[in-house]
C-alpha cells in the first residue's frame, strides 16, 4: 500500500487522476470492495472518480487516504471520529487546529496503550521465565 511519506507525485495532477479500480484499491489496501463502498457511502471517503461506464476509479490520493484510515484504525478511533476527521479536512484550513488537537489526543491514547502493552508484555516474561525454568527442572530430572 501506498504510504504517507513525502511523495514526488503528491500535489500534482497524476496524483490525483483515477486510474485504479475498486479490486486493485482492495489488493492494495487489503479492505474489501465492500469496505470500500461502505466508506464512501458513510462519508469516510471524499468523491470517488468514475470512469465512462460508471465503474470507480481511485487515484494516488485515495490510496493514501485509506493508509491513514488504516492507522487511525490501528489506533482503536472510532469510526465516526474518522469520518469527523474527513469532515475536518473537507472544510479546509479553518479546521486545523481541530485537526490536530485530534492527533494530539490520538497520540495520548496510542502511548497510553503502548504503556499497557509494555507492562503486559512484563508479565508474560516473567511468566516464560517461570516456565522455561520448570521445564529445564523437568528435563534434568
Known sequence: MTTTTANPLEHTEEYDRPKYSIGDVAEKSGLTRDTLRWYERIGLMDYIGRDSSGKRRFSDRDLNWLHLIGCLRATGMS????????????????????????FRNTRRGVLDRIEDLHRTLAVLDHKIDLYEGRVAAIQHI
Open 79 to 102: 469510526v465516526a471520529d474518522m469520518v469527523h476527521y474527513a469532515e475536518l479536512v473537507r472544510a479546509g484550513d479553518d479546521t486545523t487546529l481541530q485537526r490536530l488537537e485530534m
